[in-house]
């Protein structure tokens, strides 16, 4: 059994629903284009950067875009859309159960950190007034390489002063659940079993979710 002393989150999808945000912007552009991107679509772009995310969207629609001015200029505008979105969140949209759960491990001297692909995780974070609440974040805007590379969680792991092996990863996507794995964390998927199968354990959401059950995820 694997000790636990850190915990490590995915933002998007995990703390916040924001993954539905990053979906419509997608759709948005998809339809833009005249081709029909579906959240099945969207599964393989949690967790990727976003200009990796424009380019398997762009050939979900059999687009070829060689200029990188050009991609640029569409993720920048994907990026407004969905910063429309995140500027409006309020400390209302942290998932239910996450803020007492945080709270919780605070309390029994875990560590906490944030593990993000996003260049928008210190926004998101100042909007629900959790900006000076994790022990670590680590973003998109502090890597070289995002998941399912390990790189954004051993990063963590490093802030937190904390081996590898005793961290736990909560993530929403399978990109995720690949790179905490390629960390050597217990990796938790959060939401439906059937995008993470590759996790440790999965569970749907943190509404029944409390400090007690950490040893049980770990067996
Ligand atoms: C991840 C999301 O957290 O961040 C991805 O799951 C997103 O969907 C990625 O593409 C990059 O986000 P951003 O905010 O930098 O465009
Ligand atoms: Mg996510």
Redesign the pocket.
């Known amino acids: 059994m694997q000790e636990i002393k850190a915990v490590i989150f ?4 995990v703390v916040v629903d924001t ?1 539905i945000f ?1 979906y419509k912007a997608w759709k948005r552009l998809a339809d833009e284009y005249g081709f029909d991107f579906t959240p099945e679509h969207n599964e393989k ?6 200009l990796e ?1 424009l380019d398997i969207l762009l050939s979900i629609g059999g687009i070829e875009i060689d200029s990188i001015d050009e991609r640029n200029r569409i993720a920048n505008l994907k ?1 407004d859309w ?1 910063r429309d979105y995140i500027l409006k969140m309020t400390p209302n949209d942290i998932l239910p159960g996450v803020k007492n759960f945080l709270i919780d491990l605070k309390n029994t001297n875990y560590k906490i950190a944030i593990g ?5 995780a210190n926004t998101i974070l100042e909007r629900i007034g959790f900006d000076s609440f994790f022990d670590a974040v680590v973003d ?1 805007l502090q890597i070289s390489k995002s998941k399912p590379d390990p790189e954004v969680f051993l990063k963590a792991a490093a802030k937190l002063n904390i081996n590898p092996e005793n961290c736990m990863v909560f993530e929403d ?1 399978a990109a995720g659940i690949e790179a905490a794995k390629r960390a050597g964390m217990l990796a938790i998927g959060v939401g439906k079993y059937e995008h993470l199968s590759n996790a440790d354990k999965v569970i749907p959401d943190f509404s029944n979710m409390n400090v007690l059950m950490i040893d049980n995820l770990t067996k």
């Open positions: 995915d933002l998007d999808g993954a990053h772009l949690k967790g990727i950067s976003r995310s990026n969905y993000s692909s996003s260049k928008n998109g996507a």
